[in-house]
T-cell receptor, first 115, second 113 residues
Framework: EPEVTQTPSHQVTQMGQEVILRCVPI?????FYWYRQILGQKVEFLVS????????KSEIFDDQFSVERPDGSNFTLKIRSTKLEDSAMYFC?????????????FGDGTRLSIL | DQQVKQNSPSLSVQEGRISILNCDYT??????FLWYKKYPAEGPTFLIS?????DKNEDGRFTVFLNKSAKHLSLHIVPSQPGDSAVYFC????????????FGTGTRLQVTL
């Protein structure tokens, strides 16, 4: 079964540094998402992306965050100047059509640790 | 902002018995509900979903019930198996194409032998 793949599985970064999290969505999926889960808390929506532009973003997704689909396969999340509170699991998800009778498919996540 | 709530952080059930996981929501605009299962070090895996036009959806051992008037849904697993031990997340989405998912805090299910 096709999978959403994320790299790296664990990223350790010094506070203030830039970090790029990478995702390869399922081929032929059209909608892409980033979510995060801070330890002990719920999974939270960050941003959705369709047709090479952001379709929705949460309050968490401030100017420090950006997303990009640089080629036909990768979908990236960049945090420009990381803060301690950015430490979390970051999940990428993709959706085939955007129709609500189908689920989003998630990757296994990247654990981001900010020191 | 707890639009989706799972009030039981954990549940322990004997193998072969029924597991019932509950979820409440407050946002009347939600019209599609999903259950995801999550193992440690893995991402959420889709389990089953239900549209607001239905009150029940069944897939093998898994059944989801939706009570719109009470804004409540539940996941029944019958019979429970040790491999079902995981964290179960309830999620909801509202109107709009490819709408974001709003998750509950999860319920950790342990199925004992």
């Amino acid at each position: 079964e096709p999978e959403v793949t994320q790299t790296p599985s664990h990223q350790v970064t010094q506070m203030g540094q830039e970090v790029i999290l990478r995702c390869v969505p399922i081929s032929n999926h059209l909608y892409f998402y980033w979510y995060r889960q801070i330890l002990g808390q719920k999974v939270e929506f960050l941003v959705s992306f369709y047709n090479n532009e952001i379709s929705e973003k949460s309050e968490i997704f401030d100017d420090q965050f950006s997303v990009e689909r640089p080629d036909g396969s990768n979908f990236t999340l960049k945090i420009r100047s990381t803060k301690l509170e950015d430490s979390a699991m970051y999940f990428c998800a993709s959706h085939p059509t955007g129709m609500r009778n189908q689920p989003q498919h998630f990757g296994d996540g990247t654990r981001l640790s900010i020191l | 902002d707890q639009q989706v709530k799972q009030n039981s952080p954990s549940l322990s059930v004997q193998e072969g018995r029924i597991s019932i996981l509950n979820c409440d929501y407050t946002n009347s605009m939600f019209d599609y509900f999903l259950w995801y299962k999550k193992y440690p070090a893995e991402g959420p895996t889709f389990l089953i979903s239900i549209s607001s036009i239905k009150d029940k959806n069944e897939d093998g051992r898994f059944t989801v019930f939706l009570n719109k008037s009470a804004k409540h849904l539940s996941l029944h697993i019958v019979p429970s198996q040790p491999g079902d031990s995981a964290v179960y997340f309830c999620a909801a989405s509202g109107a709009g194409t490819a709408s974001k998912l709003t998750f509950g805090t999860g319920t950790r299910l342990q199925v004992t032998l």
